[in-house]
């Protein structure tokens, strides 16, 4: 994947921000391409592609890259342009410290869940082994994604799915620095897997701990990974 694929993908985004083209729209369609992979950490993002791409102008583009940086999704630098970020050691310990906030609360105080939210949980699970019965990890970590911002969902908070919008651009950034993507994401798939089980039976209080189980053991294997890398 490249940041030439990514802005093919900004671009059959067109029709959406065309519909409203606010800075708002830009950055979400931008967000999109980090959280499904396709903007990948350090890439250069200048203006003018993201304006082609989008039919946008200059302005709203700029506008739209400031509000990425703000969120840390990315970096602006003096003479050089805008560039995907490369979250640090710190960046993984807040955004875990986050997700133990959001997620099992979202699982365990959310409102009377519909068939429809717990059925995308599942979804997001059969996503996940349909991609690794054809080795394709990086559409692991996109499924991933989906299964993380479903249990958020449960929650039933258009504020909290914004939140969790923001965490999952962070959280792609940090994949993308495991050496070993299948090592990384192959024992998540039946975590979650169990989790979704739990959802199913309605068991709200074990499905919480057993997310927040998962977190502290993603963010210990993140860490680890990092001191290898930064070693």
């Given amino acids: 994947m490249t940041s030439a694929d990514a802005l093919a993908s900004l671009g059959r985004a067109r029709a959406l921000v065309a519909r409203s083209t606010t800075a708002e729209r830009v950055a979400d369609a931008v967000r999109e391409e980090v959280v499904e992979g396709r903007l990948r950490p350090g890439e250069r993002l200048p203006e003018q592609d993201v304006c082609t791409a989008l039919a946008v102008s200059r302005n709203t583009v700029r ?3 400031s509000q990425l940086v703000a969120e840390r999704v990315l970096v602006r630098e003096a003479n050089r ?3 995907v970020a490369r979250p640090d050691r710190d960046a ?3 955004v875990y410290r986050a997700r ?6 979202a699982v365990r105080h959310g409102e009377a869940w519909s068939p429809e939210q717990v059925a995308l949980v599942r979804t997001a699970v059969r996503e996940g082994r349909a991609a690794a019965a054809v080795d394709d990890w990086s559409a692991v970590g996109s499924a991933n994604q989906h299964f993380h911002r479903a249990l958020v969902g449960l929650a039933g908070s258009p504020r909290l799915d914004q939140q969790m919008g923001l965490l999952l651009a962070e959280m792609r950034l940090v994949f993308h ?3 070993d993507v299948r090592e990384f994401f192959e024992p998540y798939l039946t975590r979650n897997d169990a989790i979704c089980g739990l959802l199913e039976s309605g068991d709200r209080e074990s499905a919480a701990h057993a997310v927040t189980e998962y977190l502290d053991a993603a963010e210990a294997q993140l860490l680890a990974a990092y001191d290898t890398l930064d070693a």
């Fill in 177 to 179: 620095r495991m050496p």
């Fill in 92 to 94: 993984v310990r807040d």
């Fill in 100 to 105: 133990r906030v959001i997620e099992p609360a």
């Fill in 81 to 83: 342009g805008v560039f």
């Fill in 63 to 65: 506008e739209a890259l």
